[in-house]
C-alpha cells in the first residue's frame, strides 16, 4: 500500500539553482514527516523533519513545508550544490514509518 | 558512538534457502525498524521490534520473520527464499519508539539465484 508517494523518480538542477522535491501522502493520520538522503552503498541519512502542528520547519540550505489540507509536502534545497546530488527519500511517521519510492536528485556543475 | 551495524554486507543465496541478517543498534537504541529496498519501490515497511516484543509488521508474506534480543540485537530471517526477495535489506534504529529520527545501517544486500 503506496501511503507515500514520491511521483517524480528524478530531477536534475543546476548548481546554485533551488531543487523543490515532493512528496504526496494519503493517511491523515500521520503525524511526524521526515526527509532522509541516501548516498549509493550507505544507509539513508536523515536531513530534516516536521511536525503536523507546523506548516514550516527550515535548517540552513533545507526547508521542508507541509499542507496539511493537499496532504503535501515538499523539500526545498536553495542553493543545490553538487554533493547534494543523491536519492531523497520522504517519510511520514505515525505508530511506525513509512516511505516513499524516493527520487534521485542531480546537481549538475 | 559506533552507528548502526548489519552483518553480512552481502550474501547470495539459492531459491528455496533461508537466510539471517543481523543489525546491532545504536547503543541505547530499543528501537529496531527492518525494511527492504528494490528499485522502484522505494523502502518496503517490514517489521518494528522495541523491547523485544514485535510492534508493527507491514504486509510480507510469513516467510519473513523477526525477532530481537535483550540487548536491542535484532535479527530478520526469510525461509524458503525466491527470486524476488532479492533486494536491499535495512535496519535503522531509534531511540524511541516511531515517530522520530531513524539511523539506518548499510543495509544487507541478499541475492537470490
Known amino acids: 500500500d503506496q501511503q507515500v508517494k514520491q511521483n517524480s523518480p528524478s530531477l536534475s538542477v543546476q548548481e546554485g539553482r533551488i531543487s523543490i522535491l515532493n512528496c504526496d501522502y494519503t493517511?491523515?493520520?500521520?503525524?511526524?514527516f521526515l526527509w532522509y538522503k541516501k548516498y549509493p552503498a550507505e544507509g539513508p541519512t536523515f536531513l530534516i523533519s516536521?511536525?503536523?502542528?507546523?506548516d514550516k520547519n527550515e535548517d540552513g540550505r533545507f526547508t521542508v513545508f507541509l499542507n496539511k489540507s493537499a496532504k503535501h509536502l515538499s523539500l526545498h534545497i536553495v542553493p543545490s550544490q553538487p554533493g547534494d546530488s543523491a536519492v531523497y527519500f520522504c517519510?511520514?511517521?505515525?505508530?511506525?514509518?513509512?516511505f516513499g519510492a524516493g527520487t534521485r536528485l542531480t546537481v549538475k556543475p | 558512538k559506533a552507528g548502526v551495524t548489519q552483518t553480512p554486507r552481502y550474501l547470495i543465496k539459492t531459491r528455496g534457502q533461508q537466510v539471517t541478517l543481523s543489525c546491532s543498534p545504536i547503543?541505547?537504541?530499543?528501537?529496531v525498524s527492518w525494511y527492504q529496498q528494490t528499485p522502484g519501490q522505494g523502502l518496503q515497511f517490514l517489521f518494528e521490534?522495541?523491547?523485544?516484543?514485535?510492534?508493527n509488521k507491514g504486509n510480507f508474506p510469513g516467510r519473513f520473520s523477526g525477532r530481537q534480543f535483550s540487548n536491542s540485537r535484532s535479527e530478520m530471517n526469510v525461509s524458503t527464499l525466491e527470486l524476488g526477495d532479492s533486494a536491499l535489506y535495512l535496519c535503522?534504529?531509534?531511540?524511541?519508539?516511531?515517530?522520530?529520527?531513524?539511523?539506518f545501517g548499510q543495509g544487507t544486500r541478499l541475492t537470490v539465484v
Open positions: 535503522a534504529s531509534s531511540l524511541l519508539r516511531p515517530p522520530g529520527e531513524a539511523f
Open positions: 493517511n491523515s493520520m500521520f503525524d511526524y
Open positions: 516536521i511536525s503536523s502542528i507546523k
Open positions: 517519510a511520514a511517521s505515525l505508530r511506525d514509518m513509512r
Open positions: 547503543s541505547g537504541h530499543r528501537s
Open positions: 521490534y522495541f523491547s523485544e516484543t514485535q510492534r
